[in-house]
C-alpha cells in the first residue's frame, strides 16, 4: 500500500519515488512467488488508478510536484468559482441550443457541464496557476503530464515512451471521448496548455519494453489500463448492458453501452472502455467518492 500524504487540509498527495520503488518491489517480490525468473515473463500489463498526477520538466524528468490524488481537494475554491459563473451557464445554453438542433449527444454533456474537485481538468488548473516551475516549463514545450500509468511507463523505458491509452485519457475529464482526443476548447478555457498531453495509444499496444537494468532483461509493456475499465474487463462484461460495481476507495457503477456512448443528466458521465485495435468500448459511470473512508470507518467502530 503506498502512504497518501496529506501536507495540507485537503490536499492528498503520493510521493513518486515512493509508488516507483514499491511498483517494482511488487513485480519482483510476484515473479519470485511464482517460481519463476524475470526472462520468463512475457510481457506487461499495467493497471493503474485513475485521475492521480504529476508533471515533470521534458528533458531532466524531474516532477514538479508529488502525484496529486483524485480524492485532492485543493481546487475546490477554483471549482466553485467556476461553477458559480456566468461563462459557464452561457455555455450551458449555447450547447443546450446546439443539442436542440441537432440531437447529437456530443453537446449534451456540455450542456449541463459542471466541475468538480475529482476532475483532473481543475487541479491542472490549479498546477498552472500555483507552480511557476511548471508554468514556465509548459510556456517553452518542456512540461509534460501524465496520469500514473504514463509516468511509469515513462520511468520503466528511461523516458524513451511517453503515451496513455484510451481508458486512462477518457477518466481525467480533459479528454473528449465523442471525438477521441484532448479538449481544445476544455484546455483554453482553463488556460491549460495543449503541449502537455501525452499521445493517446490503443489499450492493448506494444508500448516498448522496460528498459533492462530495471529487472535484468527487456520486458515489452503490452497494455495500460485504468483501474475501473480494467475491472470491467477482468469480470468480463463485455456485452452492452452488463454492470459491474468496484467497492474500494471509492464506489463505482459501471455498465458497458457497447459501441454507442451515452451521456445522462443524473450524474452519470460517458468514459471510454477500452479500445483494442479497431474496437472502442464504452461505459457509463456513477461514483461516489468516500465509500472506502466509510469502510474503514465501520470496520474500526
Not at 511557476?132 to 512540461?143: G, I, L, S
Not at 495509444?201 to 529487472?215: L, P, R, V, W
Not at 474487463?233 to 463485455?238: A, I, K, L, S
Not at 474500494?248 to 445522462?264: K, P
Request: charged letters at 15%.
Amino acid at each position: 500500500q503506498v502512504e497518501s500524504l496529506y501536507p495540507r487540509p485537503g490536499w492528498v498527495e503520493l510521493d513518486p519515488e515512493v509508488l516507483w520503488s514499491q511498483f517494482i518491489g511488487v513485480i519482483k517480490e510476484a515473479v519470485q512467488a511464482a517460481g519463476l525468473h524475470m526472462r520468463q515473463v512475457a510481457g506487461l500489463g499495467i493497471s493503474t488508478q485513475r485521475g492521480t498526477f504529476i508533471t515533470w520538466h521534458k528533458r531532466t524528468g524531474k516532477p514538479f510536484h508529488n502525484f496529486i490524488s483524485w480524492q485532492d481537494l485543493r481546487s475546490a475554491e477554483l471549482v466553485n468559482s467556476w461553477n458559480r459563473s456566468l461563462l459557464l451557464k452561457v455555455i450551458h445554453v449555447i450547447f443546450t441550443v446546439l443539442h436542440f438542433l441537432t440531437g447529437n449527444d456530443r453537446y449534451l454533456a456540455p450542456s449541463f457541464l459542471t466541475f468538480s474537485t475529482q476532475q483532473t481538468s481543475m487541479k491542472l488548473s490549479w498546477v498552472f496557476k500555483n507552480i511557476p516551475e511548471a508554468d514556465e516549463a509548459a510556456k517553452k514545450n518542456n512540461c509534460c503530464f501524465g496520469t500514473i500509468d504514463t509516468w511509469l511507463l515513462y520511468r520503466l523505458t528511461k523516458g524513451s515512451v511517453y503515451a496513455t491509452d484510451y481508458s486512462n485519457a477518457s477518466s481525467t475529464g480533459v479528454f473528449e471521448p465523442f471525438m477521441k482526443h484532448w479538449s481544445p476548447a476544455l484546455c483554453n478555457l482553463l488556460s491549460i496548455p495543449m503541449s502537455i498531453y501525452p499521445p493517446v495509444k490503443d489499450t492493448s499496444f506494444n508500448f516498448g519494453s522496460a528498459d533492462s537494468e530495471i529487472f535484468g532483461v527487456p520486458i515489452p509493456i503490452m497494455a495500460l489500463v485504468a483501474d475501473q475499465q480494467s475491472a470491467m474487463f477482468g469480470e468480463c462484461c463485455f456485452h452492452p448492458g452488463d454492470v459491474k460495481l468496484t467497492m474500494g476507495t471509492g464506489g463505482f457503477w459501471n455498465v458497458n453501452t457497447g459501441g454507442n456512448l451515452f451521456a445522462s443528466q443524473r450524474g452519470l458521465y460517458p468514459l471510454i472502455g477500452w479500445k483494442i485495435g479497431e474496437e472502442i468500448i464504452y461505459l457509463t459511470e456513477g461514483c461516489m467518492s468516500d465509500i472506502g473512508t466509510a469502510i474503514k470507518w465501520a470496520q474500526d467502530i
